[in-house]
């Protein structure tokens, strides 16, 4: 289904000016090969609120951090590089 | 043979049994096709299919109905060609018409890039005796005089093409109740309206699951979910390397019958074919994001018909009757998922995306197979869960014929 993501720097936009990031996952310099086989290949998928990333492509050109709910598509914007920054 | 358009397989209303030796969660094809062997090649008949909907509510009754073995690596392409083998055979095996019609399949090029991959495909398919080849645009408006060779006239004109002629359409429904229906006469329960909720794992070991309709033993757990395969893995604690995407399709009113090919275009993400209810079959590529919402969109149906308009003309007089989404669970390589998991007991066929339809008699009964005699068969070895922590992927996103 189509869906807007309020991006915190251009306002609501569709979701169709966006690139998709995928699931949010933060990287350890430090973990072990089984850490990092399961951080780059597993993925929760999960159905229902998921932390992930998306990059307006078509608008300030940063990436943001949010919150969606996979199985009806809501979204709560949590984090974006802003303008300038 | 018995019945061209038989009605929907009818299920004995049984209650589930307390236990059972193998559990099937997930009724469509994989699912069904899994039971079938265990029970027909194994004589395993203490077999439960479990299904939360109908059967074939899922991707199995939503895909685009198109079977091919023109795959593009070595591993997939003997699997397809197996699978393809076992589907032509299947309407007797099961004594159920599932109406399969060869039409000949076009993977059309636009682009220099695209027209290698295809010259590839065509010798790697006949190395593998697989009947594909390569073509000019001249053979392909011999074979496919609808085709618009100039694709629009927006600059970028069909200059070459892989034709596999084996490839064919089935009626999907069929394979459903088909499979249902003989897996059922075997004494396979089939459980409609049963979900599934929790997988019980005591010791390392899967050992049953609990159910909308109780708990349930099981000697052997099989999960065949399609897009819903990571949220039932998770059931078990087991995490797997899919997304689930959503895909869409579209048919347009039946009309007399005009399209006998199938034409897909690899650089436009388009592909097309007449049912044999002769409705107009258009499908595109998956959404990049990731959503277990099956709700269709307007922007999709625009870009879809304008794609399908420009590659054959004649379809933009028709008229659209009904579009809809399926779920598909995609992996990294774009190749299946099948075997056992770190949870003893617990067997995963997953990583179908959108290529799952035209593998399930293979895959059922490679399933069947790992479960009765608990040794992978060979066909299915390169699609081990983990085979990506030794880097042993089986890249093939080229095949899916939606990317």
């Given at each position: 289904m189509g869906f807007k993501i309020d991006c915190p720097n251009c306002g609501p936009r569709s979701y169709h000016e966006f690139w998709f990031g995928g699931e949010l996952r933060r990287y350890d310099p430090d973990c072990t090969d089984e850490e990092d086989y399961r951080n780059t290949w597993l993925r929760a998928n999960a159905a229902g609120p998921q932390q992930e990333r998306w990059f307006h492509y078509a608008g300030c050109r940063r990436w943001l951090t949010l919150e969606r709910?996979?199985?009806?598509n809501t979204v709560t914007p949590l984090q974006v590089i802003p303008l300038g920054g | 043979m018995s019945g061209l358009l038989r009605r929907r397989t009818y299920l004995h209303a049984a209650e589930p049994k307390r236990s059972y030796d193998v559990v099937v969660i997930g009724g469509g094809g994989h699912g069904l096709a899994t039971a079938y062997y265990l029970a027909s090649r194994h004589g395993i008949t203490n077999v439960a299919v479990l299904e939360r909907s109908y059967i074939g509510a899922g991707a199995t009754g939503r895909n685009t109905t198109i079977v091919r073995a023109n795959y593009k690596m070595p591993e997939s392409v003997a699997f397809f060609k197996r699978s393809f083998e076992l589907y032509r055979g299947l309407s007797d095996e099961l004594d159920y018409n599932l109406l399969m019609s060869r039409r000949g399949l076009f993977w059309l090029a636009h682009s220099e890039n695209v027209l290698r991959l295809q010259r590839e495909r065509a010798l790697l398919n006949q190395a593998f005796d697989v009947d594909t080849v390569f073509i000019g645009p001249d053979e392909v408006k011999k074979l496919c005089p609808q085709i618009d060779l100039e694709a629009?006239?927006?600059?970028?004109?069909?200059?070459g093409a892989s034709y596999h002629a084996p490839g064919s359409v089935i009626r999907h429904d069929a394979v459903v109740w088909g499979y249902a229906a003989a897996a059922q006469r075997l004494g396979v329960h089939v459980h409609e309206g049963v979900g599934v909720v929790g997988i019980t794992v005591e010791k390392g070991r899967a050992v049953g699951v609990e159910t909308t309709a109780g708990r349930i033993a099981a000697g052997t757990i099989v999960s065949?979910?399609?897009?819903?395969s990571s949220t039932v893995a998770a059931l078990a604690g087991v995490c797997l390397p899919i997304t689930t995407h959503p895909l869409q399709a579209f048919v347009t009113e039946p009309y007399k019958p005009i399209l006998h090919r199938i034409v897909a275009s690899a650089d436009m993400l388009v592909y097309i074919s007449q049912t044999s209810r002769g409705e107009i079959l258009v499908g595109a590529e998956i959404e990049r994001y990731t959503t277990y919402s099956t709700r269709s969109t307007f922007s999709f149906l625009a870009e879809c018909a304008s794609r399908s308009i420009d590659l054959?003309?004649?379809?933009?007089?028709l008229r659209i009757l009904r579009q809809w989404t399926g779920l598909c669970d995609m992996s990294p390589d774009y190749s299946p998922l099948m075997g056992p998991t770190e949870v003893d007991r617990f067997l995963v066929t997953a990583?179908?995306?959108?290529?799952?339809f035209k593998a399930i008699p293979a895959g059922g009964m490679a399933m069947a197979e790992l479960v009765a005699t608990g040794t992978t068969p060979a066909n299915i070895a390169p699609f081990r869960i983990d085979r990506f922590r030794d880097d042993r992927a089986v890249p093939d996103r080229s095949s899916a014929g939606t990317h």
């Open positions: 709910d996979t199985v009806n | 629009g006239g927006k600059g970028h004109p069909i200059i065949a979910t399609a897009g819903y054959l003309p004649f379809t933009g007089k990583g179908w995306g959108t290529w799952g």
